[in-house]
């Protein structure tokens, strides 16, 4: 031990095998110092060659992901939620083929979808959208409220709230209906297995669960206690919750789980026409929510991107009778159903709506009071039981 | 060969007391029935949770026959899935290789303060939840996060983009390489190691000519696994990946969304790339484990022979 600091502090650097050769003793050590110091030296080497590497494989990528905003072809980040794949598939489209003839410019749409909670979030974090089409105004709000990319006023900057089409939650039971399911109130019967994804995550959940509430205070002798008592019934018929709406539907649909799935109407029709007729019927209950799914473009990005001019032409080409249309063939309630094909329209069932503003004095205070860490839903659901 | 041996010799001894043969067996063999139950329950359970599935998966992906089968893959998202995963696992494999064998070797080879430490560090992704994994770094880079802000000044992207996916990966598959070499390393000891020393070789020369020769299958070994799990990585890429299509997408994440689009022929086409992959990593980790065991014989063998 003694010997080796000495050499360690040895003044003349000589060769490693010179050293070892005049001190044969260091063999007494378990690990021969010699060894240590070429070995260290190396792996500090190797180690940093590591660091290298990943550091160049970081610095090489953003390359391919900046430098969209080119005059001749551009890119727009379109982040919307789960249930409005294939509207915009079709959409983009239909937009892309209309801007060209427009302005001669190439433009590609990407989408992003996912719970409509968790799109907002990953906004939130940096996900770099230009326009968002998510599924409740509240998740918007949350984007202005948190950030600095959009401004606080952005629903009143497009007609109808910002909501180019509407829909509202609907029943989806097996078959024939074997549980009698007709109304909100049959949900809570023991017995009846109900599938929604998680309100903490999922806009449509939240809409889901307003809507129970909302029926229930609004029945003959309704009120807050009535709507808890059945909204606590219901939760604890469910199963399972997913983070978003598409996993919901799976999970019902694929895995076979649940006597009922709670569901936006466009996502209920697509189930049943992708999934078959013979194995799943809808059922419309005597009312329901209004949901209004707003669009918005992102300023910041938009900005940062050069995409202003072209993500509020995307938007507004929702509204133009192209946009209706498609919203309508989408099984998305048009704003303005004179564009739409009579026939897509005849497949909406008439059903009484209630808003989120009427029963709940808007989207801020209904998450405060039912969605918030510690607010109602936390009390009454406790997952398995 | 050998228990044979004893068992007829147990059998001979026995009879020769005049025991009655048919009910003896030794003691440390199971009666025939609890061995063929044994047996068909693990074959039982083998063929139900892994072979059927497996099965399930090409058999699904073919349902429409070969023509959609193919087609799945033409398609320009699946096509920049397919290029994503490719380039993730290419810049998280070597990386790890590299770090794996500079860490194995630092940590077989030398005693130093802190030690245990980083053997505990190693194991950390293996031990925390892969969510966990990509949260760390939305934390760390998302707009909200330490550094978020700053990276978004000089306009670079690192969570929602390419670099993200990757450093989620290597993130996850850090100890693969490093978990393989480390007990391979410490067996072989620092002899030859110094040997060499003595001989005149570099730090260098005894990378390659000593060290890396003697742990090359180990190190093939925990390279295919890390590859396997780059590739498969399912969780923490979700996280960092803002789920762009044609962009941010690697296999399995795309084909969940594909799932998820109700296009089931397509998702279990590409997830059938994937069940592959592990076909092939199945079968080139017993080749190479075949070789770690003949090799490890070798470098005993002088030593078993002494003693």
């Known amino acids: ?385 | 060969m050998s228990s044979g041996v004893t068992n007829t010799t147990a059998h001979t001894a026995l009879t020769a007391r005049g025991l009655p043969a048919k009910r003896l067996r030794l003691a440390t063999e199971e009666p025939d029935w609890v061995r063929w139950s044994l047996i068909a329950i693990s074959i039982g359970f083998l063929t139900l949770f892994l072979l059927v599935p497996l099965l399930a998966v090409f058999a699904e992906a073919l349902r429409k026959g070969l023509g959609p089968y193919f087609a799945s893959f033409a398609d320009p998202t699946a096509l920049s899935a397919i290029r994503l995963t490719l380039l993730t696992a290419g810049i998280a494999v070597p990386a790890n290789l590299v770090f794996g064998l500079a860490a194995a070797w630092a940590i077989a080879k030398f005693e130093f303060f802190g030690k245990s430490i980083l053997i505990t560090l190693i194991d950390l992704p293996f031990a925390i939840s892969p969510v966990i994994s990509g949260l760390i770094y939305v934390l760390l880079f998302g707009m909200r996060g330490w550094l978020g802000p700053w990276l978004s000044g000089h306009n670079v992207q690192i969570i929602f983009a390419v670099p993200g996916l990757v450093l989620a990966t290597v993130f996850v598959t850090f100890p693969f390489v490093a978990r393989e070499l480390i007990p391979l390393m410490q067996e072989q000891g620092t002899e030859e190691e110094q040997a060499a020393a003595v001989l005149g070789a570099s730090g260098w020369q005894i990378l390659w000519r000593v060290t890396l020769p003697n742990v090359k299958w180990a190190l093939l070994y925990g390279v295919i696994l890390c590859n396997a799990r780059a590739m498969g990585e399912f969780g923490a890429v979700s996280v960092v990946s803002g789920h762009i299509r044609g962009k941010t997408n690697t296999i399995p994440l795309h084909v969940e969304i594909l799932y998820n689009e109700y296009n089931f022929v397509a998702a279990f086409a590409v997830a059938s790339l994937l069940a592959l992959l592990a076909i092939v990593t199945l079968a080139a980790k017993n080749v190479v484990e075949s070789r770690i065991r003949r090799e490890l014989q070798q470098t005993l063998e002088p030593s078993t022979a002494e003693a």
Not at chain 1, 154 to 171: A, D, G, H
Not at chain 1, 268 to 288: H, M, Q, T, W, Y
């Open chain 1, 1 to 385: 031990m003694q010997n080796s600091r000495q050499e360690k502090s040895g003044p003349a650097p000589r060769r490693y095998s010179e050293r070892f050769l005049e001190i044969p003793h260091i063999f007494a050590e378990p690990i021969p110092f010699m060894c240590r110091l070429v070995v260290w030296r190396s792996a500090l080497g190797v180690g940093l060659l590591a660091a290298l590497s990943v550091l160049v494989g970081c610095n090489g990528a953003p390359a391919k992901t900046a430098g969209t905003g080119s005059a001749s072809a551009v890119t727009l980040l379109n982040v919307s939620y789960d249930p409005t794949r294939e509207l915009y598939a079709e959409f983009n489209e239909g937009f892309t083929k209309q801007w060209r003839e427009q302005s001669g410019q190439v433009v590609t749409i990407e989408q992003s979808h996912g719970g409509a909670g968790k799109q907002a979030r990953a906004v939130i974090d940096g996900l770099k959208a230009d326009v968002l089409t998510l599924a409740l105004s509240y998740d918007i709000d949350m984007i202005a409220e948190q950030s600095d990319l959009l401004p606080k006023d952005w629903q009143s900057r497009l007609p109808n709230n910002s909501s180019p089409y509407t829909t509202t939650i609907v029943f989806l039971v097996r078959r024939g209906n074997p549980k009698g399911i007709r109304d909100w109130g049959d949900l809570a019967k023991p017995g009846v297995q109900v599938i929604t994804p998680n309100p903490k995550t999922s806009g449509g959940a939240r809409l889901n669960y307003l809507a129970a509430w909302g029926w229930a205070e609004r029945q003959p002798n309704g009120g807050q206690a009535t709507a808890r008592k059945l909204v606590t019934a219901i939760y604890k018929n469910v199963p399972v919750l997913d983070s978003g709406a598409r996993g919901s539907t799976t999970t019902f649909v694929q895995r076979g789980i649940g006597d009922v799935l709670l569901t936006w109407e466009n996502e209920a029709f697509l189930a049943v026409n992708e999934l078959g007729r013979d194995k799943l019927e809808i059922i419309v209950p005597s009312s329901s929510i209004l949901a209004e799914p707003p669009v918005t473009v992102v300023d910041k990005n938009a900005k940062a991107h050069g995409t202003r001019e072209i993500a509020q032409a995307y938007l507004e080409y929702l509204y133009s009778p192209f946009g209706q249309r498609l919203a309508a063939k989408h099984y998305y309630r048009p704003t303005s159903p004179e564009h739409a094909d009579p026939d897509d329209l005849k497949r909406f069932s008439k059903i009484e709506f209630f808003t989120v503003d009427e029963v709940f004095g808007g989207w801020r205070q209904a998450q405060k009071t039912h969605f918030d860490d510690g607010a109602i839903f936390d009390s009454i659901y406790t997952p398995g039981g």
